[in-house]
């Protein structure tokens, strides 16, 4: 009975026999309806328009336990391939966002909405928003549509929409404190908001503030498992033989904090460094935010509502420690050590040699010795990241006869400054390794003043803005069998802005890094017109359309669409079917966001047969070096995505709803970038997916074009040669259409409610299946490590008097490695008591994760996307209204 759990809760919320704790997308629509905020995600005529959504409610939210959205968002059964969490990336050192991905899909294929309107983009690349930047305080329910909206809500909309209602029908006064604490040290939570709401005659108002943060988790405080923290980069040598490259480690060297000397099964020996010792698991945050909304009745047919929000969230996070191999596996790289230079491995003290064991590197006295290397005395590379996120909308709603007019503005901006510390200067890095100043052998011993020199401090600013302006008129013009038909047409203009400005600030040395970190800056205008139309053919069959015209001035149009039919068999049952298309704009920044200047050297893996043939040299001699920068793409088209899906909805009396839903996506036409390699293979016509455009060869003297791609290929000077390469090829590259992702499954939720007098039962729950999954036409991955087969969750509450007793099971199916050794599956028990004084006061008492089941490794990549890290986590929360 592996997945028992998900049976006896199906049986339970079947036995419970009545509807769904509020949380159906139909329940969803008509609460909206009769609020004071219409639902706008599924269609803006302010219906569900017969699609899946499904609605967290508040008390859900704070059942839940998460004090922040991201947390909230990644234990969705719809992210079934899990979404990405704040880390630093260990090989680039960038931040990684927290994001949502509906149906594992990237970053930036799930638009994220404010009271349907966009929220603004995080500025460091103009992909996706940052999910810690939206306080969950001023949140009073999410509604979550997982197939393709770009038919209402414009391009980008791909894998679903999540709109993040605000809360604007609160009155009195609110307080509420809470905070958590792990298992194990790291990952502690804690938060606090305020709110006040009042209204009058005309119009009323909500102000709150919000302030959540969340602690750093490191690696050394998980469970030896989780992390595989041993790197070649601890302190080694490396040199050529008859029997090709070899690694000897530096004994004397491989002493300290971190260091350890290891031997593998086949008898090679090399010194490692644990980077368990540094690097965090997930970055601190803190966010705290300032919201506010005013509602304005100007008769009885005008409405103004204005919103405001203000947060500033602060994001701190570090990585292992700078680590350097002066030769990569093509044979390309820094210079080595040169014979007699104080860190030489043979030179003996006498001569200035610094290695104690010199007379056992005898036999390299005459030969460059290369290095890998842990700068572990520098520290590890840190980094903070500060956005301030603003957003203003304006909208004016006016009843004109059997017309409702929707007149509305917005502004948002985001601002991020960034400071990363502890970067590497490569170059004065390898001249105090030249002069013996930075001492191989007892890193430990090296003055302060030399580790400052090789040290950068890198600053940067990046701002996102967009504006828009949008009016829509609605109504009621032409009467069917079944009723009115619903019909509304509008217009939207957006401007969109993404700025990068780096700086830098290096310590104590002569080097400028300026010339390869430029300003760069992007912009698109984008005008849209989109129509919906809803008719009731008859009392059982309703029919629905939706289309919308995107214009970007860089991109040209595309045409989004919609088209729905829901059939009512009788009182119990309804079929719903729909096709949608969408279409996926390019980053603003595409190519902008990487230097301009030339990246640094990377060798073509494999060696390419075709350019070896072109310099009419055979494929053991053929030594080149590439060389090449990313720039925009003026060749880049929307992707296009058309998804089918055809769902059965059961409402089994009062007690009782099921709902499952099939879905086929295809996406096609996908951003991706081919590299250098890729770029010249294209080029030469050997390569199996190219895209569809041509690419440049530019002959030796002439200029590069600003934009698109090109390849430069000339023979290459002797005396300017590294290790004897005979051609130098510079590559322009960038993003091609070309790639394709295919998404198939099902959903499930089963809504159950059972009510007399003294007791209050409901249950919810939601399951994701996922059948096929493949990016870039890569075989299946359902099943691979990161793609389970299926996530579901099960909510249970029970209310007594003014005790209420909630229960969720959440659970991630098994998967297996590609050696087809299998991950289990993970099943995690949070349960919550909460009672609501006679004061007014309300104290929730929780424990996350209560058996503290850790998370089978999954590799540096997959596991952090699924699962919790934290173990077992105890909370507490109070609230108090006046």
Not at 14 to 43: P, R, V
Request: hydrophobic share 40%; proline share 6%; with cysteine.
């Amino acid at each position: 009975m592996k997945h028992a759990w998900m049976w006896v809760g199906l049986s339970l919320s079947l036995a419970l026999m009545n509807s769904a704790l509020g949380f159906s997308g139909d329940e969803a629509a008509a609460e909206a309806a009769s609020g004071a905020q219409a639902s706008t995600t599924a269609s803006r005529l302010g219906s569900d328009g017969g699609r899946p959504v499904q609605v967290y409610d508040r008390d859900w939210i704070e059942a839940s336990g998460q004090f922040s959205l991201a947390e909230l968002l990644r234990d969705l059964p719809l992210n079934v391939s899990g979404s990405e969490r704040a880390y630093l990336n260990l090989l680039t050192h960038e931040p990684v966002l927290a994001s949502a991905e509906l149906r594992g899909l990237p970053a930036g294929y799930t638009r994220v909405l404010v009271d349907g309107q966009r929220w603004p983009l995080d500025p460091h690349s103009g992909q996706a928003v940052n999910l810690l930047t939206l306080p969950l305080a001023m949140i009073e329910r999410i509604e979550v549509l997982p197939e393709g909206a770009a038919a209402v809500h414009g391009a980008g909309a791909v894998g679903g929409v999540i709109n993040l209602v605000t809360r604007s029908g609160f009155e009195g006064s609110e307080i509420a404190l809470g905070a958590s604490a792990p298992n194990d040290r790291g990952g502690e939570r804690r938060e606090a908001s305020a709110l006040f709401g009042t209204h009058w005659a005309g119009g009323k108002l909500l102000v709150g503030v919000g302030h959540d943060q969340r602690e750093a988790l490191h690696e050394y405080d998980l469970p030896a498992q989780a992390f595989p923290g041993l790197s070649l980069f601890g302190n080694n040598f490396l040199f050529d033989s008859a029997d090709g490259p070899q690694r000897v480690p530096n004994g004397a060297g491989c002493r300290g904090r971190g260091f350890e000397l290891l031997q593998l099964a086949d008898g090679t020996r090399y010194c490692a460094y644990d980077q368990r010792l540094d690097v965090q698991r997930n970055m601190a945050s803190d966010n705290r935010s300032l919201f506010s909304r005013a509602t304005f009745e100007m008769g009885s047919d005008k409405v103004l509502s204005v919103a405001a929000t203000i947060t500033r969230t602060r994001l701190r996070g570090q990585g292992w420690p700078s680590h350097v191999f002066t030769r990569n596996v093509a044979g390309i790289g820094l210079p080595a050590l040169p014979p007699g230079s104080p860190n030489h491995p043979s030179t003996p003290p006498e001569e200035g040699g610094l290695n104690p064991d010199w007379n056992e590197f005898d036999a390299l006295s005459s030969e460059p010795v290369f290095i890998e290397h842990s700068f572990a005395a520098n520290g590890p590379i840190q980094r903070i990241e500060t956005t301030d996120a603003s957003r203003l909308d304006l909208a004016l709603v006016q009843r004109i006869g059997p017309v409702t007019l929707d007149l509305g503005a917005g502004y948002n901006n985001a601002r991020l400054d960034a400071e990363g510390t502890n970067s590497l200067l490569l170059p004065a890095a390898h001249e105090a390794l030249l002069d013996g100043r930075y001492n191989l052998y007892d890193i430990g011993d090296v003055p302060p003043s030399v580790l400052e020199g090789m040290e950068a401090d890198l600053r940067s600013r990046s701002r996102w803005q967009d504006w828009h302006l949008r009016a829509a008129a609605r109504g009621s013009f032409v009467n069917l069998s079944g009723g009115p038909v619903r019909l509304g047409i509008g217009v939207e203009w957006r401007e969109e802005q993404l700025e990068i400005r780096p700086t830098t600030a290096s310590i104590n040395t002569r080097y400028e890094l300026l010339p390869r970190l430029n300003r760069m800056q992007a912009e698109r205008d984008v005008w849209s017109l989109f129509s919906e139309a809803e008719a009731p053919w008859g009392e059982r069959l309703q029919s629905q359309l939706a289309l919308r015209w995107d214009r970007a001035d860089d991109l040209g149009t595309v045409l989004n669409a919609r088209a729905s039919t829901r059939w009512t068999l009788n009182e119990a049952f309804s079929v719903r079917a729909a096709w949608t298309r969408s279409g996926q704009p390019p980053l603003l920044g595409q190519g902008l966001q990487f230097p301009v200047e030339p990246d640094l050297v990377v060798p073509a893996l494999p060696q390419s047969q075709a350019l070896c043939d072109y310099l009419g040299l055979d494929l053991t001699d053929c030594r080149y070096r590439i060389e090449s920068r990313t720039t925009r793409n003026p060749a880049l088209r929307y992707e296009i995505a058309h998804q089918w899906s055809i769902g059965l909805r059961a409402d089994l009396g009062p007690q009782l709803s099921i709902s499952v839903d099939a879905f086929d996506l295809d996406l096609t036409g996908r951003a991706r970038r081919l590299g250098p390699a890729g770029i010249v293979d294209c080029f030469f016509g050997v390569a199996i997916r190219c895209p569809d455009q041509s690419i440049a060869l530019i002959n030796a003297g002439q200029d590069f074009p600003e934009e698109g791609l090109a390849v430069l290929i000339q023979p290459i000077d002797p005396d300017q040669s590294v290790l004897n390469e005979v051609a130098w090829i510079f590559v322009q590259n960038g993003l091609v259409n070309g790639g394709r992702a295919e998404r198939r499954g099902i959903d499930l939720q089963v809504d159950s409610r059972w009510a007399n007098d003294w007791l209050d039962l409901a249950s919810t729950l939601r399951a994701s299946w996922l059948d096929r999954a493949s990016d870039n036409s890569s075989s299946d991955l359902v099943g691979l490590p990161g793609v389970p087969e299926w996530r579901g969750q099960w909510f249970t509450r029970a209310r007594f008097r003014d005790l209420t007793l909630s229960w969720v099971v959440n659970h991630i199916a098994s998967q297996r490695r590609r050696s087809r050794t299998e991950l289990p599956s993970w099943t995690t028990h949070d349960v919550q008591l909460a009672w609501d004084s006679p004061w007014n006061g309300h104290v929730s008492l929780g424990v996350d994760n209560l058996a503290d089941r850790r998370q089978p490794y999954a590799g540096l990549i997959n596991g952090p996307r699924l699962y919790d890290d934290y173990g077992r986590i105890a909370w507490l929360r109070y609230r108090q209204r006046f």
